[in-house]
């Protein structure tokens, strides 16, 4: 109760929280309607499997892809780490998500990669869907048909536009490092990316959900990639037969 409370509360607010050390430290706007999480002052504390993976595969030059990006803790973080000569494509359907993504972005070093934010959805093929905004944390919307129990039901609809993974590689410069979190739409995301899987083969990281857990996997796969717990430190790292809830799927070095 406390929780849904303090959640209806802090909806509307809006502040700014630097990113870890690790990250480059810059500022970006945040807001309670993105989770009661970026209240902590200590930005290492949000998310640490993100800024670990992120630390260990996105390096200087490199071009990454932040699909739902969220407040951008990936996105910007990101861009610190591809530096000036990188770049980053954050994609994220919400309208007050993508307000504060781009005032962040207008606030960035130079040092940092280019960051582009675009408002959309990601689905299979390009179309128009009806999106949902979660009551709760934001961090949960979803495509109407998704979508996850903490949700605490639908705030209210926006319409989007779906554009395709491989659609956006036409325009965009492929990526070397794919963040995928769209609520329970993993499966559908990945069968629009048949190009970007085996021609461009990014390191990827999504949460998949239970539901679609076994066609991810397979899907992962049949195009040569190795899956692992993303959440697993130890080295050297166990491959998993079934995708798990935070995924690092690697391209197989003997495929191309």
Known sequence: MLRKLAEKATRKSVFRRRLPTALGGSSI?????????????????????????????????????DIGANVGYGTFGAAHLVGGGGSVLAVEPDTWLVSLLRSSANSQPNSSGNVTVLAAAVASECGVRTFSIASRSRATNSLAEYGTSQTGGVAETQTVVTLSLDWLRERFPAPQFLKIDVEGAELEVLRGATSILRRDRPVILCEIGEACADAVSALLRDAGYELFDAENHARPRSKLLRATWNTLAIPNAGRS
């Open 29 to 65: 706007y945040v807001s309670g309607s993105a989770g009661l999480k970026f209240f902590r002052r200590n930005m290492a504390l949000i998310d640490p499997q993100l800024m670990n993976t992120l630390v260990e595969f996105v390096h200087p030059g490199h071009c990454v892809w």
